[in-house]
């Protein structure tokens, strides 16, 4: 073994002792400190109480060499064994958080090195996190899974009720989540700042998400309205063909007795969009996606939004389908989950399939599965889009009744996972 590999393999065993042992081994410590110095590396890389911002911010030059830094192998030796002192630096501070209480400053450092982590991979702060769900290497649901371990040892209430701790927090799903569990117990400025919390998660993602349906269409093209004669509607291919006949060999001229434009009005029809959400106890980690979902899709243009939520009754919170906290506090979770009274609130607003879709998200475990099922497949063959969507946390579990999920895939409407993207792709799909 080299002297490169050697000192690498120090740097790991040092990280491995940490992350499971938070008392400092001698021996492990001052190899460490000698290979970081002989790097030129500051020593605060060896400090899990020092973040990676405050590292950056008093050494510029290492902003480079974290990002990316886990998607590819160093250049050469030593290079391997400077790269295990910037990663043992990510991994301490991300994976070793100890136990109890954690404070808003804490939760905002240790989100702030879960970016910088992300960085590394190659992702943008909060791509693994958010994309929990559809990750197959674990890596993102590990993540949300200690995002949500640190919220909920958080004295949340206390929290709150400060309004210069409660600036601090950096919302995220699994801090949304503990805040709507909570709802209950929440009022004045507690309530307050959980409200600003949720609203602008929702207006983050909802950012994202316009981006992606900008480009979608908007209608097709009404052929009952006369083109606009403008020159930016001369449709010139149409022009030329139209007036070959009068072209004249002897003067070498096409003479163009006709002008001929492009007709560019459409026929907008606005396009009725019914989501239905299970609510019911069983989906507790589900109901900051549900809720977002539905206020996403009813800020999209040219989209009729209606919201049912159900449990064992069924509730139209189509009023407040904007916002996302409002439909929370209008809804009660129950016990059971009877998705045909959904489907007696939900038929009467199909008035037109063509141009309708119901997306239902759930986990399809309901106490009548086959009148259920058959509500759901009679909504389908009337011409109405349906999209099932699978019940999604944000540590990324999904759990969706077999028997319903078989029966969807079967009729060409498999379960969605979940993925906020995927359901604006189908809208995008429905909407042209």
């Not at 149409?238 to 163009?256: F, H, M």
Request: aromatic share 6%; with cysteine.
């Amino acid at each position: 073994m080299t002297v490169d590999e050697t000192r690498r393999q120090v740097l790991y065993w040092r990280l491995l002792a940490r992350l499971f042992d938070p008392e400092e081994q001698a021996a492990l410590e001052s190899a460490s400190m000698a290979i970081v110095g002989d790097l030129d590396l500051p020593a605060a890389l060896l400090d899990p109480s020092v973040s990676v911002d405050t590292v950056v911010q008093r050494f510029p030059q290492l902003e480079a060499e974290f990002d990316g830094l886990m998607s590819e192998p160093g250049d050469d030796r030593e290079g391997e064994v400077r790269r295990a002192a910037l990663v043992s630096k990510l991994m301490l501070n991300v994976f070793a958080t100890g136990s109890g209480n954690v404070t808003a400053e804490q939760l905002q450092r240790w989100q702030s090195d879960a970016g910088w982590f992300e960085r590394a991979t190659g992702c943008e702060p909060g791509g693994l996190r958010g994309r929990a769900a559809g990750d197959d290497s674990g890596l993102g649901k590990t993540l949300a899974g200690i995002e949500g371990d640190l919220v909920s040892r958080m004295r949340l209430r206390e929290v709150l009720a400060d309004n210069r701790l409660a600036r601090q927090l950096t919302p995220s799903m699994s801090l949304i989540e503990q805040l709507l569990r909570d709802k209950d117990n929440l009022d004045g400025v507690a309530l307050a700042n959980a409200k600003a919390l949720i609203r602008r998660f929702v207006d983050e993602v909802a950012e994202v998400l316009r981006t992606q349906v900008a480009q979608a269409s908007t209608g097709t093209i009404d052929r009952s309205v006369p083109p606009k004669r403008v020159f930016r509607n001369l449709d010139l291919d149409r022009t030329i063909w139209k007036n070959l006949p009068n072209w004249s060999p002897e003067d070498e001229r096409l003479y163009v007795d006709r002008l001929y434009y492009k007709q560019t009005a459409k026929r907008i029809e606005p396009a009725r969009l019914i989501v239905v959400v299970d609510q019911s106890g069983s989906m507790v980690d589900a109901m900051v996606n549900c809720t977002i979902l539905a206020s996403i899709f009813a800020g999209l243009p040219k989209v009729d939004v209606h919201l049912i939520a159900y449990d064992t009754r069924a509730l139209d919170l189509t009023p407040w389908v904007h916002d996302p906290f409002e439909v929370l506090l209008h809804t009660h979770l129950g016990g059971g989950t009877d998705g045909t009274v959904a489907l007696d609130l939900a038929r009467p607003k199909i008035t037109d399939p063509r141009n309708s879709v119901v997306v239902w998200i759930s986990d399809f475990y309901e106490w009548n599965e086959q009148a259920c099922w058959d509500g759901m497949q009679a909504i389908h063959r009337s011409g109405t889009k349906f999209i099932p969507v699978g019940s999604v946390s944000s540590g990324g579990h999904q759990s969706v009744n077999p028997w319903f999920r078989q029966r969807f895939k079967d009729q060409g409407t498999p379960v969605l996972s979940g993925h906020i993207k995927k359901l604006v792709t189908e809208l995008k799909n429905f909407l042209v």
